[in-house]
């Protein structure tokens, strides 16, 4: 059975999962084991997340772990859904997607940030670069190589990612917290109809507006114009679009896709004729459901799919 078939099995086997909340410790749900072990919810940090506003599900930003099979690749995604930076599109940009790498042995992290209004930029940033330094850091447990640790977003989770792949540091070597020593650079990114640029032209104002408020800084948006942020130290990073999306246009991923060719950082873009935005896997898309084989395809080309040496479990 292919990668892709498997992952259509998996996306109906994890209809019949649920989520364990537990905090801060973090335990697997009571649902059925089948594909790929039970999901797991944690929080990013323990004793609360810096500048949390209080102690409620939206001011605790979470993984949920989805581990891969046993033979796996020992490849790991930071998934963020999208949704404006206003609301999360939890399951068709998260939970099957997560569903879908564990179908190819790569185990994926569903990330649960905070968001707009009532939180704005630095936070939902800081959340990212947490859920990568916690994988980072905790690899062996999880079962994965810290040299294997991507990020993929959708939509305003696409803008997040990009973020993440432009705006990271290597870490604080002396931190009391051992998740802050190492590095919030995600080793390649995946962008799903991403929000990119901040250029009034193709910019998804809502977007920004949720991330940055009413008035922003002409410096903090272009800051955040991730098109403009791209250096030889970009990830690699595989892109899709689609020319018919009316909500995030398509020169958001071709300007990003044309920065990285500029720093020569190696990068695939493909650009469908039709479908909306916010498709997510498109399974049920005769041209568009080809993205997922695509991705695999080059997720296979760069050694992401070939089992590496067991990190540990």
């Known amino acids: 059975m292919?990668?892709?078939?498997?992952?259509?099995?998996?996306?109906?086997?994890?209809?019949?999962?649920?989520?364990?909340?537990?905090?801060?410790?973090?335990?697997?749900?009571?649902?059925?084991?089948?594909?790929?072990?039970?999901?797991?919810?944690?929080?990013?940090?323990?004793?609360?997340?810096?500048?949390a506003l209080g102690t409620g599900d939206a001011d605790t930003p979470t993984l949920t772990i989805y581990r891969a099979p046993r033979v796996a690749a020992g490849t790991a995604v930071v998934v963020a859904p999208g949704g404006g930076y206003g609301a999360l599109a939890m399951d068709h940009e998260g939970r099957q997607v997560a569903y879908w790498f564990n179908a190819m042995g790569v185990s994926a992290f569903v990330l649960k940030y905070r968001l707009g209004p009532t939180y704005h930029h630095p936070?939902?940033?800081?959340?990212?670069?947490?859920?990568?330094?916690?994988?980072?850091?905790?690899?062996?447990?999880?079962g994965v190589q810290p040299d294997r640790i991507g990020m993929m977003g959708f939509s305003a989770g696409g803008h997040l990612t990009a973020t993440a792949g432009t705006h990271f540091d290597a870490g604080?070597?002396?931190?009391?917290?051992?998740?802050?020593?190492?590095?919030?650079?995600?080793?390649?990114?995946?962008?799903?109809?991403?929000v990119i640029s901040s250029d009034p032209a193709i910019a998804h104002a809502g977007s920004f507006r949720n991330l940055l408020g009413e008035h922003p800084d002409p410096r903090l948006l272009e800051d955040l114009s991730n098109d403009l942020r791209v250096t030889p130290e970009t990830p690699p990073t595989f892109l899709f679009h689609t020319t018919a999306d009316s909500g995030?246009?398509?020169?958001?991923?071709?300007?990003?896709?044309?920065?990285?060719?500029?720093?020569?950082?190696?990068?695939?873009?493909?650009?469908?004729?039709?479908?909306?935005?916010?498709?997510?896997?498109?399974?049920?898309?005769?041209?568009?459901?080809?993205?997922?084989?695509?991705?695999m395809n080059w997720l296979r080309a760069r050694g992401l799919l070939t089992p590496a040496a067991p990190a540990g479990r």
């Open 2 to 51: 292919t990668a892709y078939r498997l992952a259509l099995a998996a996306t109906a086997l994890g209809a019949t999962l649920v989520h364990a909340q537990q905090p801060p410790a973090p335990r697997p749900s009571t649902a059925p084991r089948g594909l790929n072990n039970p999901p797991i919810e944690m929080p990013l940090w323990e004793n609360g997340a810096p500048g």
């Open 123 to 142: 936070i939902e940033l800081g959340d990212a670069q947490r859920a990568i330094r916690l994988v980072r850091a905790r690899a062996q447990e999880f």
């Open 172 to 194: 604080t070597a002396d931190a009391s917290d051992p998740i802050d020593r190492v590095s919030s650079r995600p080793d390649f990114l995946i962008l799903g109809y991403p």
């Open 248 to 295: 995030v246009p398509a020169e958001n991923s071709v300007r990003f896709y044309l920065a990285l060719k500029k720093a020569k950082v190696p990068a695939e873009l493909h650009i469908f004729e039709n479908g909306p935005h916010g498709v997510g896997l498109a399974l049920n898309d005769p041209s568009l459901s080809v993205w997922p084989t695509l991705l």
